[in-house]
């Protein structure tokens, strides 16, 4: 399981928390250049390809998806989060939480409905840490640890 093997997923649900705009925009960059067509919530960070903002929940037809800071929404929301989820099992989505959740997602219902976590957080100044989770089932099967440090 490498970093670099997300840009080029064809399907599955990733969970980024921790706010990672640098990365997210790597991903979605690199789908649109693709070809791919991305449909987001919002846009929190910049990106340079076309992308399409509305509610990915209402807009069928598009390759890719990008759900803002779905920890965050309301019960109600959630619950039509996760069965639109379940429905669309072989899409492409990309799920941006500002938050940072790490080994802790196995307490969140979201668990049932992602393929993979993408935990990132900033330890020191110059310092990147990236834990990336592997996830069948709602349950942890594989991690792997990646620390960027910036050069001095």
Known sequence: MKLGDFINVKSGRILMSGGPKRIA??????????????????????????VFIGNPLENPGFDAYLV??????????????????????????????TRYVGDSIVR??????????????????????????CLKNGRIVESKEFIRRGSR
Request: charged letters at 30%.
């Open 25 to 50: 925009g790597i991903f979605i960059n690199e789908w649109t250049r693709r070809g791919l067509k991305v449909l987001a919530e919002g846009l929190p960070f910049v990106v340079e390809g076309e």
């Open 68 to 97: 803002l800071n779905p920890l965050s929404k309301s019960k109600s929301e959630r619950e039509v989060l996760y069965g639109w989820l379940a429905e669309n099992r072989d899409r492409l989505v990309l799920l941006y939480e």
């Open 108 to 133: 969140y219902g979201i668990r049932n409905f992602i393929d993979y976590l993408l935990a990132y957080r900033r330890e020191t100044v110059d310092t990147e840490v990236i834990k990336l989770y």
